[in-house]
């Protein structure tokens, strides 16, 4: 990857849904070079997907599940389970106690307490700590 690459990069984070004439513009190249860049980086896996980026005040909330696994639990088991809840958006496992951090997209607190009582109900689960979040900042989506 050169500097092109990065700030077609830079570009496609911030819309992802940019004109390639303006990413062209915009890297002073032509469409076509531009293009192959972007079809290049798709298939090397540097450009995984794109997605939207969603107003979490209009969308509900979001919040973060800190999770302990039962002793016997192993980390796959719950992991398998989470891909089958609509709400999990992303889940990390991590050192250290608690197990892993679950990112959770809902309505409301009445919904989220829902979709915790349903980690509890598994017998997966040793114990819960969630924290809401009240404000969003994100580097790869930011407006310049």
Do not use: C
């Amino acid at each position: 990857m050169d500097a092109t690459d990065v700030e077609i990069l830079r570009l496609l984070r911030s819309n992802a849904r940019m004109p390639l004439s303006e990413i062209a513009r915009e890297v002073r190249l032509s469409p076509a070079p531009v293009a192959r860049r972007i079809a290049r980086m798709e298939s090397d896996g540097v450009i995984r997907g794109y997605t939207a980026v969603v107003d979490v005040a209009a969308a509900g909330l979001t919040a973060f599940t800190e999770v302990r696994l039962n002793g016997s639990t192993e980390t796959g088991e719950l992991l398998e389970m989470l891909r089958t809840v609509p709400e999990v958006a992303q889940s990390f496992t991590i050192s250290g106690d608690p197990d892993l951090l679950i990112k959770l997209q809902v309505r409301d607190v009445h919904h989220l307490q829902e979709v915790v009582n349903g980690f509890r109900r598994t017998g997966l689960v040793a114990g819960t700590k969630t924290l809401i979040v009240m404000d969003e900042w994100d580097r790869a989506h930011q407006v310049d």
